[in-house]
């Protein structure tokens, strides 16, 4: 490849011998996001937090994104690759929308965009560097999924993504999951702050301002970022980091 | 030809020397060969209805649609040639993504209206172009504001309360000037549209037609969108009896 | 294994494009019957995802990543429209092996077992490597739980280590079933990468039918 072609290939991040650089890390980062089924529908949690490294950059990021009128996607890992998703989808719905043919583009169908967009930039070796949950209602029946930067898919009546899969799934497991078709909006609600809660408390990427989302025959609806009450008292009693 | 262009009509982009572009002219005659389009814009919204000319029984109902929505909050509504407007419906809604993609803000009608003129505009100017047989009308929102545009076949265009084009244009501009158009409600203008496309529509000429109507006002959460179903079956309920009264009038004299 | 280790693909300055999502599937082929039977347990790590995705399409497949969606058992839609009559299963073998080989220099990492009748049918089993290596088989078991169930096939169904038995003997359907099912159960105490659902597929000339039970969910 000589300088001329190099220099023609805008979009692609090309080195100066020619080779292709891709992303091998993410760079400003979201942490876990939780999803969970309950009676009415899906209930979704996230912070607003994203994080550069161990700095929090940017404290005031919705990463609870609506598409269309009952899905929801919630992301986390790299934020600009969750940015360009959102993107891509809005155009998909727009597409959609010029259709015009009175229906909109469903939960299911819009997971299986999302999963063959993040399977074949995978197969690239160029992946968009997410854990995505998608979820929403499509005929009456609510949808729970999970797509990553590897294409791997999975639907679950909980899951989590990130430091989320190993903290709050046990919770979501013992609380939630058996009691999925009976859980309460309020119920539903009380588990997730708990487990956004306890995240807080453990994963040095979070943060207590946080936002939930629920889709149900209603539609979507996001809460604003509210702050969760935490108690930090134990910290008195402990003795040798540094107090 | 000789008895008209007297040679000045070869190419779009030879003036004849009494200033007229003859191209461009006959590009107007295209427009006024298609089925009648009219859009009405009220306080809260504009409607589009159009008068889709149906050639034979044997075509699809609700086929080859005629209103082309551009963005969530925009729409076209045409006469001319069809593939021709679609070319423009392209050029709108790359412009119209653009937008969206680069500013996360959807496109103000204003603009999109000038970039489609533009392009319109530049396929007067080449003798190897031939200038678009098409004329739409363009619909759309700004926060609350309607805007209702109609381009003309030389690019220029205007913004309107209301307009026409297409067979029978002249019938439906006298019929739209007759509404009040600052104390209409936008349903009772998608009344007024069926009513008007209804009546202008020509039996004797074209037998066959359906009436197409979209919105985009406060009522469809500014969304160009159909007509919802049963308002669009009110309105057409209604052309058909105000026609008849029409008629019923008729004969009394 | 294909896979790098992690840290080995970072020394290569290349990210690893595969994940081992465990589970098993095994099938089990008679004179006339078929057994196909896969766990539903979908893992990463130590962290199970969901206790229910089907490996099973039609037939079986093994790790998840990169499922290539073919549809058998002796039948595919797509083929069938295309030939206008049901496709018979070692064609549909053949062609996963293509599948599988025309990606031969960035493979699907998965481990392929077809099930079903062949044209006279009788009962095949075909397996494969990543890559499209092909062998038809009278059984066949793959996946996280392999090297615990593989040697209890090759004594109950291949009868390997036993002396003074007809080793050609086939095995009737319901030894086979019990056979399927008591790996599985067995496999799942001992691997944590099997377990909560056990789809069984048995195909005879009657057709296919599925069945769900339950493993541990531990």
């Known amino acids: ?243 | ?253 | 294994m294909i896979a790098m280790t992690e840290a080995a693909a970072k020394q290569n300055n290349r990210w690893e494009p595969y994940v081992d999502n465990g589970g098993t599937s095994l099938a089990i082929a008679g004179e006339d019957f078929c057994i196909i039977a896969s766990d539903t347990r979908q893992s990463e790590g130590y962290s199970i995802n969901t206790r229910y995705d089907s490996k099973l399409h039609r037939d079986s497949f093994n790790f998840r990543t990169e499922k290539i969606s073919l549809a058998t058992t002796g039948y595919s839609a797509d083929a069938k429209n295309k030939h206008d009559k049901e496709m018979h299963s070692h064609s549909i073998a053949q062609m996963i092996s293509i599948i599988q080989y025309q990606k031969r220099f960035f493979p699907y990492y998965v481990f392929p077992i077809l099930g079903g009748l062949d044209q006279e049918g009788k009962g095949c089993v075909y397996s494969y490597d990543p890559v499209g290596n092909m062998e038809r088989v009278g059984f066949q078991v793959y996946g996280s739980a392999s090297g615990l169930i593989q040697p209890f096939l090759d004594s109950q169904v291949g009868f390997k280590n036993q002396q003074n038995v007809d080793k050609t003997r086939l095995l009737s359907k319901q030894e086979a079933y019990d056979i399927a099912i008591d790996s599985f159960t067995g496999a799942t105490e001992r691997d944590i990468y099997t377990g909560d659902f056990l789809e069984v597929y048995i195909i005879d000339k009657d057709g296919i039918k599925k069945e769900v039970r339950q493993l541990k969910f531990d």
Not at chain 1, 66 to 92: C, R, W, Y
Not at chain 2, 21 to 47: H, M, W
Not at chain 2, 206 to 231: A, H
């Open chain 2, 1 to 253: 030809m000789t008895s008209i262009g007297t040679g000045y009509d070869l190419a779009v982009s030879t003036y004849s020397p009494d200033g007229r572009l003859f191209q461009v002219e006959y590009a107007e005659k295209a427009v006024d060969n298609s089925g009648t389009a009219i859009a009405i814009r009220t306080k809260d919204g504009v409607i589009i209805a159009v008068e889709k000319i149906v050639s034979t029984v044997l075509e699809i109902p609700g086929s080859s649609r005629r209103i082309f929505p551009i963005d969530h909050h925009i729409g076209f509504g045409s006469s001319g040639w069809v593939p021709d407007i679609k070319r423009l419906i392209g050029i709108a809604r790359d412009e119209a993504w653009e937008h969206r993609k680069s500013y996360q803000m959807p496109i103000p009608p204003k603009m999109l209206a000038d970039r489609v003129a533009l392009y319109i505009q530049a396929y007067t100017l080449y003798s190897s172009l031939r200038p678009f047989g098409a004329s739409p009308m363009m619909a759309g929102m700004h926060g609350d504001e309607p805007y209702l545009y109609l381009f003309e076949t030389s690019g220029a265009y205007y913004g309107y309360w209301g307009c026409a084009t297409g067979k029978a244009k002249q019938l439906a501009k006298t019929e739209i000037e007759k509404l009040d158009l600052s104390n209409l409600s936008t349903r009772d203008a998608v009344k007024e549209a069926a009513r008007i496309i209804h009546t202008v529509h020509d039996d004797s000429k074209d037998r066959l037609f359906e009436l197409e109507m979209s919105w985009v006002c406060k009522e469809s959460e500014g969304k160009f969108t159909r007509v919802p179903q049963d308002l669009y079956n009110e309105a057409v309920e209604y052309a058909k009896h105000s026609n008849n009264d029409d008629m019923d009038d008729d004969e009394e004299l």
């Open chain 1, 1 to 243: 490849m000589n300088s001329t072609e190099i220099l023609n290939l805008k979009n692609q991040d090309v080195t100066e011998n020619g080779t292709y650089k891709h992303t091998l890390q993410p760079i400003v980062t979201g942490t876990s996001v939780l999803g969970l089924k309950y009676k009415d529908g899906i209930m979704l949690a996230a912070d607003c937090i994203a994080s550069y490294g161990s700095l929090a950059r940017f404290r005031n990021v919705q990463r609870l994104h609506p598409v269309g009128k009952a899905t929801i996607l919630a992301g986390s890992g790299d934020m600009s690759d969750f940015q360009h998703v959102q993107n891509l989808l809005e155009g998909v719905m727009l597409q959609e929308h010029c259709f015009d043919d009175e229906q909109e583009i469903g939960t299911k169908s819009i997971y299986k965009i999302l999963s063959n967009v993040m399977y074949s930039r995978r197969t690239k070796v160029d992946p968009l560097w997410n854990k995505f949950i998608v979820a929403g209602i499509e005929n009456g029946e609510s949808f729970l999924g999970y797509v990553d930067l590897y294409g791997t898919t999975y639907q679950s009546p909980v899951i989590a993504t990130g430091f989320g899969s190993h903290i709050a799934i046990p919770i979501l497991r013992k609380y939630a999951e058996p009691r999925a078709s009976d859980l309460t909006e309020a119920e539903a609600s009380e588990i997730l702050d708990n487990c956004m809660r306890v995240l807080y408390y453990r994963d040095a990427r979070s943060f207590n301002k946080i936002q939930k989302a629920k889709v149900t025959s209603a539609g979507i609806e996001i809460t604003e970022p509210y702050s969760l009450s935490t108690n930090w008292d134990f910290a008195e009693s402990i003795r040798g980091y540094g107090a």
